[in-house]
């Protein structure tokens, strides 16, 4: 395969990305739930919920014995939390971008060393500091 032809994996899992923002776009819409509580926290509440409160209360978990609704319910939460942290994915990719297109190999080997105490505390310290995972590798 070409170098620069993304494959259908890729393709599969940019998709499914977008489908769950959607969906939980279309959840939250649907229902009349807090857009606040989803964009700043990743969680489905309703409206007009605010202090400390907002932080901790959500809508009820199904607990039941029906799988699907179950299912439902954990896709749903799984939306919810994409739509939380897609800005901070997006950054994390063009920070990663910009680090394969700038910066080579060679110079971060030489820079960090390759293997042992040092690279390791290195790496570990730049990766606490960097919001890149590897979504934004490959």
């Known amino acids: ?11 599969f899992y940019f998709v499914a990305v977008i489908v769950l923002y959607i969906l939980a776009i279309w959840y939250v819409a649907f229902h009349n739930l807090s857009w606040a509580a989803l964009f700043k926290a990743g969680i489905l509440q309703e409206k007009g919920i605010t202090g400390l409160e907002a932080r901790v209360k959500e809508i009820s978990a199904p607990l039941s014995w029906d799988i699907l609704k179950v299912c439902w319910y954990i896709i749903i939460k799984e939306a919810a ?20 297109v700038f910066v080579s190999w060679e110079k971060v080997k030489h820079r960090m060393g390759y293997g042992g105490f040092s690279a390791n505390f290195l790496a570990t310290t730049a990766g606490a500091i960097i919001p890149i995972c590897s979504c934004g590798i490959g």
């Open 81 to 100: 939390l994409l739509v939380e942290l897609m800005p901070y994915w997006i950054v994390g990719m063009f920070i990663a971008a910009g680090l394969v």
């Open 1 to 11: 395969m070409p170098e620069g032809k993304i494959k259908k994996k890729e393709w």
